[in-house]
């Protein structure tokens, strides 16, 4: 409503909440999704701010979309790959497996950037246009794009130790050949929505794929507890970070 001052105080609620949000799961070693906390964080501030004709329904219309095409992408991809590559993989040795993975796994974490990576550019442009640091532009500047992409990947080296165990071991047990198919799979499913257009979540994305890749598993032991606390956490991310987001927003207006 032009009111910059109270628009970036709303920004700034809709960050933290996703901050709690994510450090909660963190704390219980579960991996929950960035973009749909974000996308949910930021509805619930605008709507502590009377702004309902601001939160556009199309938009909301293709994140659900996404929901729903990243889980099924993700588990097609997965379980694809590690059938139809089983038998040529099994005869390669642990050694030629693993650096097949590292590559595999380094097409995953480039495509986490192309969508992830630019849903926060955005934001970072937008804080940086409220609090008046750059010009509205459709140009985003090459400072926004390193910051995002070093804390990204700070994020990612010192990221939780928690979700790391309960996804690559506690989840699914896989074999070097299930999880190169899992890598492969997720890397290709968000390479053909990123063309075209659609955000989704990598972590939904990459877990139904390692998902899908175990259980190619000749003995597939899969967690469903772990499994049904994710998906429950998925479920709960659009109320609790909206909800929080909205709150936060009442008080900072308030006080600040």
Not at 8 to 34: D, H, K, N, Q, Y
Request: glycine share 14%; aromatic share 8%; charged share 10%.
């Amino acid at each position: 409503g032009g009111d910059r001052q109270a628009a970036l105080i709303a920004l700034s609620a809709a960050m933290a909440s996703i901050i709690l949000f994510a450090v909660a799961a963190w704390r219980f070693g579960i991996p929950t999704s960035e973009s749909h906390a974000l996308i949910a964080a930021l509805s619930g501030a605008a709507l502590a701010l009377g702004n309902l004709g601001g939160i556009n329904r199309g938009a909301w219309g293709k994140v659900l979309a996404g929901l729903g095409i990243s889980i099924a992408c993700g588990y097609l991809l997965g379980w694809l790959p590690a059938r139809l590559l089983a038998a040529p993989l099994k005869r390669l040795g642990d050694e030629t497996l693993s650096r097949m993975q590292v590559l595999a796994a380094a097409g995953m974490a480039f495509m986490h950037g192309a969508q992830d990576g630019q849903k926060f550019i955005g934001i970072f442009l937008l804080g940086s246009v409220l609090s008046g640091v750059t010009q509205e532009s459709s140009t985003v500047p090459l400072w926004i794009m390193v910051i995002c992409a070093v804390v990204m990947g700070l994020g990612t080296a010192l990221g939780g130790k928690k979700i790391i165990e309960s996804v690559g071991e506690n989840m699914v047990s896989l074999h070097k050949s299930q999880g190169f198919g899992s890598d492969l799979g997720a890397a290709a499913a968000l390479f053909i929505l990123t063309l075209m257009g659609i955000p989704v979540s990598t972590t939904h994305t990459k877990t139904t794929a390692i998902m899908g890749a175990g259980f190619m598993g000749e003995k597939a032991k899969i967690n469903k507890k772990i499994i049904a606390s994710m998906f429950l956490a998925w479920v709960i991310t659009f109320p609790f970070c909206g909800g929080i987001a909205f709150i936060i927003t009442k008080i900072a207006i308030r006080f600040l």
